[in-house]
T-cell receptor, first 111, second 114 residues
């Protein structure tokens, strides 16, 4: 099983719709979880951290399910500007300084 | 301007040549990282540094050398470039442990090895 797995997509979603991505991770010792966003030919940027209790930032909601070892990202009322690749990021746990990036899920918001 | 910068932004070189990619950050972040991004592989860690004069290997270190004599600089050298090192290289920094904190990425260097 790969350390971090994501559906590569693309997800083609009409503007205004709700879309959700999942990401699974294999290391049960992982303690930190993030979603990064990467626009075409640009650098990745942090979208949000994922906390055990779940967290929300405007139209974006992130959830963590430790028992099933996955994290999710929900985007409500999607905008054209949400078109990007979303990278799931997980640390290796055990106070490891390194993080592992998923290969990303491509999202296209259609007008 | 504050931030993290990389140079050059684009580089074309030939097989066997030595190439150095530069990374500079103005935040005095302790941690710095080098990643490469290739289609089908996502971002992979090459080397990282927890502080000046402390470096460690990542997932794909072969063929690369790093140094960190100053906190703000973290150059990456390809000692003898190969075609398989054609990639987009991102430098990143974080205030403390990279496993627990946001990493800030530079704009990337697109390297082509002919």
């Amino acid at each position: 099983r790969k350390e971090v797995e994501q559906d590569p997509g693309p997800f083609n979603v009409p503007e205004g719709a709700t879309v959700a991505f999942n990401c699974t991770y294999s290391n049960s010792a992982s303690q930190s979880f993030f979603w990064y966003r990467q626009d075409c030919r640009k650098e990745p940027k942090l979208l949000m951290s994922v906390y055990s209790s779940g967290n929300e930032d405007g139209r974006f909601t992130a959830q963590l399910n430790r028992a099933s070892q996955y994290i999710s990202l929900l985007i409500r009322d999607s905008k054209l500007s949400d078109s990007a690749t979303y990278l799931c990021v997980v640390n290796r746990g055990n106070r490891d300084d390194k993080i592992i990036f998923g290969k990303g899920t491509r999202l296209h918001i259609l007008p | 301007d504050a931030g993290i910068t990389q140079s050059p932004r684009y580089k074309i070189t030939e097989t066997g040549r030595q190439v150095t990619l530069m990374c500079h950050q103005t935040w005095s972040h302790s941690y710095m990282f080098w990643y490469r991004q290739d289609l089908g592989h996502g971002l992979r860690l090459i080397y990282y540094s927890a502080a000046a004069d402390i470096t460690d290997k990542g997932e794909v270190p072969d063929g690369y050398v790093v140094s960190r004599s100053k906190t703000e600089n973290f150059p990456l050298t390809l000692e003898s470039a190969t075609r398989s090192q054609t990639s987009v290289y991102f430098c990143a920094s974080s205030e403390s442990s990279g496993g627990y904190n946001e990493q800030f990425f530079g704009p990337g260097t697109r390297l082509t090895v002919l």
